[in-house]
């Protein structure tokens, strides 16, 4: 199915503002047309991304007769980047979450469906291990759920068992934060190499056995996933703040650890309950499918679909990854999820 994606500041939906906990959150509301909301999705960007991320998939699930919320995540666009790290924990985040659901809704009673990539897809997990009660079906694409843990890894540890995370040391250390700043120019570069541009020779701005490689972010070429007018939004909107909100999520491990703690049921991880669907990407170097094996173990109804898109399966993968949500959602709304394994 064709989607009409949403372009920057689309008049189809409302871009509006909520004070969640102290901190002010930029979101977009959209609304089915000319039919009654089935229910709210709630859709939960990751890194670089924005709540635009969702463009190709809002219109599609308020065809589907779904109310959508879509936040700039905190550090992002047009929402608060505090400089405490403590807010940026996906508890922290969960928890901001709930609350702004609660307020676009004006109701603390409804059950949303919940969807998340990359970070989003993280965030999207944690929300609905410590808010179980509003969650009516949660899917990430791309993101595997990775249980609460009785000991801690540092990323150095973790790097070793996955060297496809070592990317992750440079965004967590302070070299991006203080190379790109909020420098417009740079920041087109990463985001354009980062989106699928390439230099003229082939270079690439990113790989995740590296990071960022800095002396190729003036030579990106045009990006083959965005038109001009959406990378010029998304330069627009990372020169608000820099990179230093969005990085720290990547600083927030030993946080995240103390507070799961929380979670953890004599030593063991509670299973998630809900409807969950895990969306891979066949080409995804971050987050390959395999990160995925197991997941079963946790969930009380596990769907799985593989797309044969890279890590931005949202876009270059839209019609399977639209296909798969919106299945799955169905099934949700109708009562007759069964795992597909």
Known sequence: ???????????????????????????????PEGRPTRATALLIHGWPDLGFGWRYQVPYLTSLGL???VPDQLGYGGTDAPQDLSLYSLKSVADDMAELVAQATGDRTERIILGGHDWGGAAAWRLALWHPNLIRGVFSVCTPYVPPQPQYADLPTVVK???????????????????????????????????GARGPSGEDVFTTDFGVHFENLDKMGESPLLDGDEVDFYVEQYA?????GPLNWYRTRKNNYEEELALLEDGKPPRLAMPALIVVAEKDPALPPRMSEGMEAHFDSLTRATVGGTHWALWDSTEDVNAAIGKFVEEVLGGSVKASI
């Open 240 to 244: 608000r703040n820099g990179m230093r």
């Open 1 to 31: 199915m064709a989607v009409d994606k949403l372009k920057p500041n689309d008049p189809r939906v409302q871009s509006l503002t909520a004070n969640i906990r102290g901190k002010t959150y930029k979101y977009i509301l959209a609304k």
């Open 161 to 195: 068992l996955l060297p496809n995370f070592r990317y992750q040391v440079q965004l967590a250390g302070p070299d991006v934060e203080r190379e790109v700043a909020s420098d417009p120019a740079r920041i087109r570069g990463l985001l354009t190499g980062l989106y």
């Open 67 to 69: 109310q959508v919320i």
